[in-house]
């Protein structure tokens, strides 16, 4: 009885994740979460053709005078998903097909600091983990 009732709880936590990231889609159709190793191989592209993470920035669309930058750090390290907005200027300018990296959407819940730590040490980033 006690696997059984290990099961049910399985099967409950697992649809609850899953309603969890159905919801959050749901609730925010124009933000794009991407795997940690395609996230940052991406951006990482962007800050090269760029010249640095500001330009980058201001290529993406975000106007800051201080810092433009800063969206695209949080972006980068994991702490926000791509507004779809931006994440379809990133694309334009890196003349990237946007379907293409859209193949490599996530779940918020996927993109953990490990997976990002791991994903900036193989790219020669390590520099922005915080």
């Known amino acids: 009885m006690i696997v059984v009732g290990i099961i049910v709880s399985e099967n409950i936590a697992t649809s ?8 959050w889609e749901r609730t925010q159709p124009d933000k794009v979460w991407l795997s940690s190793g395609f996230r940052v191989m991406l951006i990482k592209m962007g800050i ?10 201001r290529e ?15 972006i980068l390290v994991g702490k926000q998903p791509f507004p779809m907005d931006r994440l379809k200027a990133l694309a334009d ?7 293409e990296i859209l193949r490599h959407r996530t ?17 020669g980033m390590p520099f922005y983990m915080s």
């Open 16 to 23: 609850n994740y899953a309603s969890s990231n159905y919801a």
């Open 60 to 74: 993406m669309g975000y106007r800051s005078r201080v810092h433009p930058g800063w969206s695209v750090r949080q």
């Open 107 to 123: 779940t918020p819940s996927s993109v953990t600091q490990e997976s990002t730590r791991r994903a900036l040490e193989a790219n």
């Open 48 to 57: 090269d053709k760029a010249g640095s993470v500001n330009q980058l920035g």
């Open 93 to 99: 300018f890196l003349d990237y097909p946007l379907e």
